[in-house]
């Protein structure tokens, strides 16, 4: 395949938007232009240039995907999405350690596109996040790991389940421990229902990411910085693609975690914990 065919998938934003519309399904002209809202005297030579390369045919008013379209849009897109995911948050991104996502789902980051960044204002410094709390409220199931420490987050938890909400907690061990120590009650509390269940994660806090919350609706995530250090900042998707991705994030590490069956065990004492002063 020629370069050029790659150039001009790539290097031109009117013609890779417009081939991804059309991935979607086929689509005539007025449609087209509504969509990415160019007008028609820009995009009609973007479309004559992309007939010419075979990348999209004309029937009667309505443009379709070539087969040869069709196979570079497919290999293209999670290049795409990725791109998209890097750019929209550059600096978090570039400050991040990803050695905490699997591989697997480093290929598909992608699917965090549509991402934005949140972090609590001035007002909530001290507080458990509260975008945290506002989208896990009104849930009827939730996954959460913290590989740090809050203090609010036994009381936080204590409550969810308390109104019925089924709910899966993942701590790191040194998170575990605390919990264990200064919140005993709360911790018996959670597991004496039904409808929760926590898991501790043997490794080092800094080997997972310092959060995941997913309920049926949206995703949380954050993450350490290079620096080893939690900032305070996260990720907030509604797109099913993105609560998928988290799920399986989420499972990744449930599957390497033990099922904790009373606060008395697992536990063993840590002299480098991770706690919630430690991140001021």
């Not at 160019?38 to 992309?50: A, C, D, E, H, N």
């Not at 960044?117 to 913290?146: K, R």
């Not at 018996?188 to 898991?199: C, D, G, V």
């Not at 919350?213 to 910085?225: D, P, Q, V, Y």
């Amino acid at each position: 395949m020629k370069l050029q065919l790659v150039n001009l998938l790539l290097f031109s934003d009117k013609r890779k938007n417009l081939l991804l519309v059309l991935s979607e399904r086929p689509r005539d002209i007025d449609e087209i232009l509504d969509l990415l809202q160019v007008p028609r005297i820009s995009l009609l030579p973007q479309i004559k240039k992309l007939k010419e390369e075979g990348l999209i045919v004309q029937k009667e008013n309505v443009y379709h995907l070539s087969i040869i379209g069709n196979i570079l849009v497919k290999k293209a897109r999670p290049l795409l999405d990725a791109a998209s995911t890097f750019e929209d948050n550059d600096y978090f991104w570039s400050h991040r350690k990803l050695d905490s996502i699997p591989f697997h789902l480093l290929k598909r980051i992608g699917d965090l596109k549509v991402s934005q960044l949140v972090e609590p204002g001035l007002s909530h410094g001290f507080d458990l996040f509260p975008e945290l709390i506002n989208h896990l409220a009104g849930s009827s199931q939730v996954m959460l790991l913290f590989s740090y420490f809050h203090p609010q987050i036994p009381s936080f938890s204590l409550e969810l389940v308390k109104k019925g909400v089924k709910m899966q907690l993942i701590l790191s061990k040194d998170s575990f421990d605390r919990f264990s120590m200064d919140f005993r009650d709360a911790g018996e509390k959670i597991l004496a229902k039904e409808n929760a269940s926590i898991f501790m994660h043997a490794g080092t806090p800094l080997e997972i990411p310092a959060l995941i919350a997913i309920s049926e609706k949206s995703l949380l995530l954050g993450f350490f910085n290079k620096k080893g250090r939690f900032e305070g900042q996260y990720l907030l998707s509604f797109e099913p693609c993105a609560l998928v991705w988290g799920r399986e994030l989420f499972e990744y590490y449930m599957k390497r975690s033990e099922n904790v069956c009373s606060m008395d065990y697992p536990y063993t004492s840590s002299d480098s914990q991770i706690t919630f002063d430690d991140l001021q």
